[in-house]
């Protein structure tokens, strides 16, 4: 008996520690997450105000075109980041599931993905199945 009480503790312990690893990760990928956000909304300013500057002082067109072009260009690239960083949370919340924490909810509730990413979990849990059956 004391085995198994032994067993339960152990199995508790681990879970609690995967959770605290796991509270640790997610804060860190809402942290990027707010960041890459930030970012693209900053660069965004920054290139819609290049424009009505110049105008309102008067110089030609042809004067910022180059520092326009690139900045858009780095919204491109934040946007590209924004991208993977949503990647990544989708890859880590299936590695949510694959470590027994499928049921916990990290963060912040309004933080949760969209349906479609669920059908997709399911989905790459399936696979995972089939791949741990073969």
């Known amino acids: ?14 879970l609690k520690q995967r959770r605290m690893v796991a509270e640790q990760i997610a804060g860190a990928l809402f942290e990027a997450e707010a960041a890459i956000d930030a970012a693209i909304s900053k660069t965004a300013a920054l290139t819609g105000v290049m424009p009505s500057l110049r105008a309102e002082a008067g110089a030609s067109a042809l004067i910022g075109q180059d520092a326009v072009e690139r900045a858009s260009q780095a919204i491109m690239a934040l ?5 993977a960083i949503v990647e990544t949370h989708k890859e880590l919340s299936i590695a949510q599931t694959q470590i027994g924490l499928g ?5 912040d509730p309004g933080d949760k993905p969209p349906p479609m990413f669920a059908s997709e979990e399911r989905h790459s849990r399936r696979a995972l199945r089939a791949i741990q059956a073969a």
């Open 1 to 14: 008996m004391a085995r198994v009480e032994i067993d339960a503790c152990r199995r508790e312990l681990m």
């Open 103 to 107: 049921a916990v909810m990290l963060g």
């Open 79 to 83: 946007a590209e980041a924004r991208r």
